[in-house]
């Protein structure tokens, strides 16, 4: 029983797509097709703009330039999320504050940000954990008073909603992923940033363009009567005309790739139908656990919709949450844990961080969750499999617990 190897799934709608561009001799680089997914993307989410990338690290990467910390700087940030969400933070001379999460969402919890800003805290980023939206009011409200920038990783929260609001437009820039496992893929890599700010938006085209982020005046010193032979191009008076009066940073080349920009535009339309598949899956684990005392699953607030990127559950113990993995995985139940604290890995550490931080994502990691398959790839005997192995893997650490009134296995299989 698998994990997502792909967290969406393929159709005709995507190889008809294919089809037309590699037929229709169009450009396969910065062509209709990436405007389009753009435009449909921005619409979707409700924000000014939305601007691809190759993929959801370097929409992070890019998101984080446009902050413009500065050496001594504060950045607030959850730890639990991968590590891509921090990532950028190593190269800059910030100091990084890791903020503890809600036991319920696994989400960074508003309550303890403000005790970890300072009058040099410039950001915070945060990341909506396996599709449940953060509280965002309550972080925003926070974050306004201090004058504080939030950016949202999104990689897990395509296809969930907050108070009626798409993830990606609740702070000031949104991270989305388009990666193989992730709810929409665009060819296994692809990522998009999303904001409302008409000189962000100037900056990133720079920046992901191959061109340099810089501040730039008008400086004429070309005679305006000597000819241009091509004036259209980019090399004319427009450009030598300028000064850079300051370099923030050179651009790369993020340029998502015609075919790429297809497909996500293919698998866009289709986004309903795949978030249905994961809700139905959950739902079916949901009706599984509420039979057990000892584990719960993670639930959105009632104002958010989950968009079920991971389905996550916790267990009240380590023996129990042990048990129950071992007894999955003699079932042929794959199970991957997400994530590791952060503040605990080597590369944190080795900036200054350590155990008993944050101690409440410590001991929801170490002693309490866990994740399980829950994805459109699987096909409904595999979901039938799965549904029958949790309820059996429960009831078995149940009874080797001493419980008494275990559930009969398989009372719960059509439940849902």
Same mark, same amino acid.
């Given at each position: 029983?698998?994990?997502?190897?792909?967290?969406?799934? %393929?159709?005709?709608?995507?190889?008809? /797509? @294919?089809?037309?561009?590699?037929? +229709? !001799?169009? &450009?396969?680089? =910065?062509?209709?097709?990436?405007?389009?997914?753009?435009?449909?993307?921005?619409?979707?989410?409700?924000?000014?703009?939305?601007?691809?990338?190759?993929?959801?690290?370097?929409?992070?990467?890019?998101?984080?330039?446009?902050?413009?910390?500065?050496?001594?700087?504060?950045?607030?940030?959850?730890?639990?999320?991968?590590?891509?969400?921090?990532?950028?933070?190593?190269?800059?001379?910030?100091?990084?504050?890791?903020?503890?999460?809600?036991?319920?969402?696994?989400?960074?919890?508003?309550?303890?940000?403000?005790? %970890?800003?300072?009058?040099?805290?410039? /950001? @915070?980023?945060?990341?909506?954990? +396996? !599709?449940? &939206?953060?509280? =965002?009011?309550?972080?925003?409200?926070?974050?306004?008073?201090?004058?504080?920038?939030?950016?949202?990783?999104?990689?897990?929260?395509?296809?969930?909603?907050?108070?009626?609001?798409?993830?990606?437009?609740?702070?000031?820039?949104?991270?989305?992923?388009?990666?193989?496992?992730?709810?929409?893929?665009?060819?296994?890599?692809?990522?998009?940033?999303?904001?409302?700010?008409?000189?962000?938006?100037?900056?990133?085209?720079?920046?992901?363009?191959?061109?340099?982020?810089?501040?730039?005046?008008?400086?004429?010193?070309?005679?305006?009567?000597?000819?241009?032979? @091509?004036?259209?191009?980019?090399?004319?008076?427009?450009?030598?005309?300028?000064?850079?009066?300051?370099?923030?940073?050179?651009?790369?080349?993020?340029?998502?790739?015609?075919?790429?920009?297809?497909?996500?535009?293919?698998?866009?339309?289709?986004?309903?139908?795949?978030?249905?598949?994961?809700?139905?899956?959950?739902?079916?684990?949901?009706?599984?656990?509420?039979?057990?005392?000892?584990?719960?699953?993670?639930?959105?607030?009632?104002?958010?919709?989950?968009?079920?990127?991971?389905?996550?559950?916790?267990?009240?113990?380590?023996?129990?949450?042990?048990?129950?993995?071992?007894?999955?995985?003699?079932?042929?139940?794959?199970?991957?844990?997400?994530?590791?604290?952060?503040?605990?890995?080597?590369?944190?550490?080795?900036?200054?961080?350590?155990?008993?931080?944050?101690?409440?994502?410590?001991?929801?990691?170490?002693?309490?969750?866990?994740?399980?398959?829950?994805?459109?790839?699987?096909?409904?005997?595999?979901?039938?499999?799965?549904?029958?192995?949790?309820?059996?893997?429960?009831?078995?650490?149940?009874?080797?617990?001493?419980?008494?009134?275990?559930?009969?296995?398989?009372?719960?299989?059509?439940?849902?």
């Amino acid at each position: 029983m698998p994990c997502a190897k792909r967290g969406s799934v %393929l159709g005709e709608a995507e190889v008809t /797509a @294919l089809a037309e561009l590699v037929q +229709g !001799g169009a &450009p396969l680089s =910065m062509g209709t097709w990436r405007d389009r997914f753009e435009r449909s993307f921005a619409q979707l989410v409700d924000t000014r703009y939305a601007m691809t990338t190759t993929s959801g690290t370097v929409s992070l990467e890019l998101a984080i330039q446009l902050l413009d910390l500065q050496p001594g700087d504060e950045v607030i940030a959850t730890p639990q999320t991968y590590q891509a969400t921090v990532m950028p933070l190593l190269d800059r001379e910030v100091t990084v504050r890791f903020c503890d999460i809600d036991p319920m969402t696994l989400n960074i919890d508003p309550a303890a940000v403000e005790a %970890l800003i300072t009058p040099r805290t410039r /950001a @915070l980023l945060l990341v909506h954990y +396996g !599709g449940c &939206p953060a509280e =965002m009011d309550e972080i925003m409200a926070v974050a306004r008073r201090h004058g504080i920038l939030v950016v949202e990783d999104c990689a897990h929260a395509l296809g969930a909603d907050y108070r009626g609001r798409r993830p990606g437009s609740l702070a000031d820039i949104g991270c989305f992923s388009f990666q193989n496992a992730k709810n929409i893929t665009t060819l296994g890599e692809g990522g998009m940033v999303t904001f409302d700010r008409d000189d962000w938006a100037l900056r990133l085209e720079r920046l992901r363009g191959n061109d340099v982020d810089a501040q730039i005046e008008p400086e004429e010193w070309i005679d305006p009567d000597e000819p241009l032979v @091509l004036p259209w191009m980019k090399y004319s008076a427009a450009v030598y005309s300028d000064r850079v009066t300051r370099i923030r940073r050179a651009g790369t080349n993020a340029t998502m790739s015609e075919a790429a920009a297809a497909v996500g535009l293919a698998q866009l339309s289709r986004l309903d139908t795949l978030q249905g598949t994961r809700s139905s899956i959950a739902a079916r684990l949901d009706a599984v656990l509420r039979r057990y005392p000892f584990v719960r699953p993670q639930q959105a607030p009632a104002h958010s919709g989950h968009a079920y990127h991971l389905y996550t559950c916790f267990a009240d113990s380590r023996g129990l949450r042990d048990q129950l993995l071992l007894a999955l995985d003699r079932r042929g139940v794959e199970i991957q844990l997400r994530y590791f604290p952060l503040h605990l890995t080597p590369e944190w550490r080795h900036r200054g961080h350590g155990r008993g931080e944050c101690p409440v994502a410590e001991s929801m990691w170490f002693d309490q969750h866990l994740n399980l398959p829950c994805h459109p790839g699987l096909r409904t005997s595999q979901v039938e499999y799965l549904v029958e192995a949790l309820d059996e893997s429960l009831a078995e650490v149940q009874a080797m617990a001493g419980g008494t009134a275990a559930p009969e296995p398989g009372a719960a299989l059509t439940a849902g």
